[in-house]
């Protein structure tokens, strides 16, 4: 009996082992993977930031994103880069977002959520209402407005993939949405921070201007970063606070797709209606890593857990893993593809981009933190 449980304890720890050495095998092949893309998107990061310090009113995160789209138009990333590539702008840029809560308080955190939420909702509501109208007035059906509607409202493209399944959206539809609203993310980068100082705008206005009129957390990131450290610390706040609405949103129209599939079924009996794609909303799953981790940045600041000296160490290191992130989204930009989604989806992006714009203005003079 003792032979045979020594021969047992010996193979499950030889069990073990193997199962580790696999498990660090693996890891190491998924970084070797990653790291020719790495490498290009660290490199442009690199060049743009010494660009950034020589034009600060562009700054080095829009110079990585435009030197990036300007690298795959000429010279299209191949299959090797793009594990690396597709690491660089969401996981890098989420670790940035994380940092950038050590530079803020708890208290500074709720203050922002509250004093953003009128023109957070209304900026919201006027785009829902009006992708809705507009875009039915156009022809475009109803699951692209949807999804260009949500992604103008709330956070891009994560918006967009929370939404997806909610709706049953089909493939081709998400791709016309994602594109149309990441062409208009650029067009952000690249207008706001002018109509910032055209219009005098403080550190705190257009924080909020940002966070509530551009959609996509690396658009928020770059524009308001450029504007200045102040404005991107607001933006963020803003933004993530803006992401929640997305737990709402989806809950609304799970119950809108529910009544939908009820009616269809009950047309189902005369073999009129097919069975609806949607899924259940499963809302644990709406709240991102990066919102946590950022919540837990700002307590652990607030708790006097980081040094005040190293508040100026992570703030260049959260804004050169932005500008790595950026570059990494211009090197996945995909011209030919933005222009095969056609002219409607893209005019009614235009629209809501514009309207959205204006009304986040409108609301913060008519609420008098313009």
Same mark, same amino acid.
């Given at each position: 009996m003792k032979?045979?449980?020594?021969?047992t304890r010996r193979a499950g720890q030889d069990g073990t082992t193997i199962e580790s050495k696999s498990m660090w095998s693996s890891a190491v092949s998924g970084l070797i993977s990653r /790291?020719?893309?790495?490498s290009l998107a660290v490199a442009i990061a690199v060049v743009a930031t010494m660009i950034g310090k020589v034009f600060p009113l562009i700054g080095g995160p829009v110079t990585g994103i435009l030197l990036g789209v300007l690298i795959a138009t000429l010279v299209k990333p191949g299959d090797r880069l793009k594990p690396g590539i597709k690491t660089s702008s969401k996981f890098l840029l989420q670790v940035s977002v994380v940092i950038l809560g050590s530079q803020l308080s708890l208290i500074q955190v709720v203050r922002v959520g509250f004093d953003s939420l009128p023109v957070m909702v209304g900026t919201l509501a006027v785009c829902l209402v009006a992708a809705y109208f507009i875009g039915r007035w156009m022809g475009v059906i109803g699951d692209l407005r949807?999804?260009?509607?949500?992604?103008?409202?709330?956070?891009?493209?994560?918006?967009?993939?929370a939404v997806t399944p909610v709706i049953g959206a089909a493939? +081709?539809?998400?791709?016309?949405?994602?594109?149309?609203?990441?062409?208009?993310?650029?067009? !952000? +980068?690249?207008?706001?921070?002018?109509?910032?100082?055209?219009?005098?705008?403080?550190?705190?206005?257009?924080? $909020?201007f940002a966070g509530? /009129?551009?959609?996509?957390?690396?658009?928020? +990131?770059? =524009?308001?970063?450029?504007?200045?450290?102040?404005?991107?610390?607001?933006?963020? =706040?803003?933004? $993530?606070?803006?992401? $929640?609405?997305?737990?709402?949103?989806? $809950?609304?129209?799970? !119950?809108?797709?529910e009544r939908k599939t009820r009616a269809d079924a009950r047309r189902a009996v005369d073999g009129t209606a097919g069975a609806s794609t949607?899924?259940?909303?499963? +809302?644990?799953?709406?709240?991102?890593?990066?919102?946590?981790?950022?919540?837990?940045?700002? /307590? /652990?600041?607030?708790?006097?857990?980081?040094?005040?000296?190293?508040?100026?160490?992570?703030?260049?290191?959260s804004l050169f893993l932005i500008t790595v992130a950026l570059s990494a989204i211009g090197l996945s930009t995909d011209l030919p593809g933005l222009r095969r989604t056609g002219p409607r989806p893209v005019i009614l992006g235009a629209t809501l981009w514009v309207i959205v714009s204006l009304a986040s203005l409108g609301l913060q003079l008519a609420t008098g933190t313009l």
């Open positions: 032979r045979i449980t020594t021969t /790291a020719p893309g790495l949807t999804l260009i509607g949500v992604g103008t409202g709330i956070c891009g493209g994560s918006a967009i993939a493939e +081709v539809a998400v791709t016309y949405a994602i594109s149309t609203v990441f062409l208009f993310n650029i067009a !952000a +980068v690249l207008a706001f921070p002018v109509i910032g100082h055209a219009l005098g705008m403080s550190q705190h206005s257009f924080g $909020l509530t /009129a551009v959609n996509d957390m690396s658009s928020v +990131v770059a =524009v308001s970063t450029t504007y200045g450290a102040e404005s991107a610390n607001y933006a963020v =706040v803003v933004k $993530l606070a803006r992401t $929640l609405l997305i737990i709402p949103i989806c $809950l609304g129209l799970a !119950a809108i797709v949607a899924t259940r909303v499963r +809302v644990h799953r709406l709240v991102p890593w990066f919102l946590i981790g950022f919540l837990l940045a700002a /307590a /652990a600041n607030s708790a006097g857990l980081i040094p005040t000296g190293a508040h100026h160490g992570l703030s260049v290191t």
